[in-house]
């Protein structure tokens, strides 16, 4: 018989091959398989996964719990690196809440309903690894206190913040990326002083009557877009050498609150002063690339402002200009402009 069937596979076997097909192949698909839903196992290190959340065994350090309709954080195992609370109900965070998360990298629990005297004072203190927390879109009246000096971006937009203290952010050498706009904040005082990493700041939409003291000298973005300053300090923008990005829309800033000069430094690349009450264009930086000066009181078009001197190596790198809403007109820009500004694609008035 085995024999037989011998006979029959060599018999087969060069038919099989000319039309492409291996007579074998049905075996090698076989284990293929069982390899597949063997790796498709639950990794249960730590404790299981909750019920109402989802941890695929592709990705076995990742909880999704995100827009469950959960009221609490649910029991979290402790191999979870990177989860998702984000989308729900959510009030409070217990010093039980995050016991076994020690390992936790990303923390996400934005649009909940957490409010600053339900975060208990050192439910973060074990998360020494924690690198990620997004807390925007929640009803917090300050920052939590005891946040990880290990985090890299914090968001906490969207809230009620009225006041950040030098303590809120002590310690944080890492943090990278600040998101504190949309909440009622008037006073930082020195509390971005110790921000030593920090290159994106993001203040607007507050209530600042003036700008934050001692600035992070490797900022690289700042926007303060919607608050109620009317005045800049001296030389504010010296100490700042990778600033590239200033964005000041709906301010209250007037000619006679910016000192001279102070935005005619070299490495900005984008400036945004719109919709404030300047009369004047401010003098700024030759290799300036694009600034927006619309919605002012602006009454004359001064090619000083750009340049103070024009010849063929002499000239602005600006490339975008708009100026409508003011009150000049296409007749005001004389006609040197063209040498000044010939990197400019278009001037909109």
Known sequence: MRLKTLILLSALLPLCL??????????????GQAQYFGSLQADTTGGACPAEC?????????????????????????????LYLQ????????????????NLVWLFLHHNQLTSDAISKEVFLKLEGLERLFLHHNNLTSIPPNLPRSLRDL???????????????????????????????????????ALKSLTLLDLSNNKLI??????????????????????????F??????????????????????????????????????????????????????LYLQANQIKEFTLGSFCSIVDVTNFSRLQTLRLEGNEISQEDIPLESAL??????????
């Open 18 to 31: 000319s039309h492409g097909w291996d007579p074998l192949g049905w075996l090698f698909r076989l284990h």
């Open 155 to 193: 968001r906490i937009d969207h809230n009620r913040i009225g006041k950040v203290i030098p303590t809120d952010l002590e310690g944080m050498d890492n943090l990278t990326i600040l998101h504190l706009h949309d909440n009622n904040i008037a006073d930082m005082g020195t509390s971005l002083k």
């Open 54 to 82: 989802d941890c695929p065994p592709t990705f076995p350090v990742a909880m999704y719990c995100d827009g469950r309709g959960l009221n609490a954080i649910p029991s979290i195992p402790s191999r979870i690196k990177y």
């Open 237 to 290: 923008l010296g100490g700042l050498a990778q600033l590239q990005y200033v964005r000041m829309s709906h301010n209250q800033l007037t000619n006679k609150g910016i000192p001279s000069d102070t935005f005619n430094v070299t490495g900005l690349v984008e400036l945004d002063l719109s919709y404030n009450k300047l009369e004047r264009i401010p003098t700024v930086s030759t290799t300036l690339q694009h």
């Open 210 to 235: 003036k700008i934050p003291d001692a600035l992070p000298e490797h900022l690289h973005q700042f926007y303060l877009e919607f608050n109620s300053i009317d005045s800049l300090p001296e030389g």
């Open 87 to 102: 989308h729900n109900a959510i009030s409070a965070v217990p010093d039980s809440a995050l016991i076994n998360a020690t």
């Open 340 to 349: 000044c500004l010939r990197r400019a694609s278009s001037i909109q008035i």
